[in-house]
């Protein structure tokens, strides 16, 4: 038995949660491997919504085992809020919510430093979802984090107190008045206290060392998938540098941030919208600043799950799309959100750029300073609302071409299509 792994081949909010969700039945483990709460994933059925930012997206079905792996970084503030509010929905995570004692640790004073950082930056600003995800990946790589696992050592006030005061020191410098910054709405030192009180919390759940506890499951026979976090164009390696974030998105990730041999992926679902969004800076060669963006976004919910912010948007970049694919070794495709694309009589999807006055068809090493202008093939749009799965009537003929059109352009079959926020909006191929 091997992991199956989902992760999103854009910039992020593929709906990788939905998918997640609907996969679920099928496995008795989901798994996140990197990332912290700058994702947002939303889960929609029965008429409710939920959107998830450190949880694993398996936790709707109870016979699921959701597991927080190394690679993943805990806010346990959010982490609280979160299951807070799936307690309300009746969702208990007490039984099936395991967290690795290898997780690291946002503290406040990382989220200090990221708006620290951030707002020093300037017009060059990454767009960060100041979650404190820079600063806190940072600290990991030069070996001075805290991990779920110092939780319970005895030291471990001290060596936040150490940690907090050098990460105040750095805000100092920046020049950045903490005093009068709100972290979600409250003063540094309210924040503090929320966060120390939800240590409680985060040690009531079950922690685990995820590494053996994966490779034991798989050994057992049990089914896993790993859910990633953003996308592969903001990988730290692969994305848009600098405008990334600071995990391995990318299938890479999933040996790394779960203990797993590369030899024991098994299926890869590459998770991608019809069209393409952005949300922060960065590069983003075929964003419509038109009508029509802006109707992807209306009509598209183009919102951050996380942040609020409006997301670009734009047409479908295929070479974006086949970079991602390479990277991943993607064996499945799902494509995400075609019912946004109703009301189009046409639909462009970009084939090749245009750079220094040369035909490329990659994603270059100066993405982010030089201009790629799109070149694009233009397809026929549907032009019909979308019927729904359980309607007993098949998908628009314009649409079935959409889809084999990218299927031979990119030489990956598309195994999933989802038309609609809800569970049911699903298609299998
Ligand atoms: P994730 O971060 O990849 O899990 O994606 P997000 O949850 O941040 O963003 C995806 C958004 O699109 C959410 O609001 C979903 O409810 C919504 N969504 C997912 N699939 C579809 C779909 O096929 N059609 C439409 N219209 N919305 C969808
Ligand atoms: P999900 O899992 C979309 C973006 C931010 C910013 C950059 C760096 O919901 O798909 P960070 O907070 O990581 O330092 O921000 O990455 N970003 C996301 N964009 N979806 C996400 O997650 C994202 N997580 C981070 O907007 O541009
Ligand atoms: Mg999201």
Known sequence: MNVDVLLGLQWGDEGKGKVVDVLTPEYEVVARFQGGPNAGHTIEFDGKKFVLHTIPSGIFNRDTVNLIGNGVIIDPAILEREIKK?????IDVSSNLFVSRKAHLILPSHRLLDAASENAKGKGKIGSTLKGIGPTYTDKVSREGLRVGDICASDFKDRFQSLKEKHLQLVKLFGFDYKNHLIDGIDYEAYEQQWMESLTQL?????????YYINKMLRQGKKILAEGAQGTLLDIDFGSYPFVTSSNTTIAG???GLGLAPNKIGKVFGIFKAYCTRVGSGPFPTELLDETGENMRQKGREFGSTTGRARRCGWLDLPA??????LNGVTELIMMKADVLDELSEIKVATAYRMDGNLIDYVPFEACTKVQDPVYEVLPGWNQPMPEPNSGQSIPEAFEKYIRYIEHKVNVPISMVSTGPDRTQTWFR
Do not use: G, K, P, R
């Open 254 to 256: 999933v040996c790394s």
């Open 321 to 326: 799309l086949e970079y991602a694919i390479m």
């Open 203 to 211: 040690n009531a759940l079950q922690h685990v060392d995820s590494e």
């Open 86 to 90: 799936l307690n309300e929905s009746d």
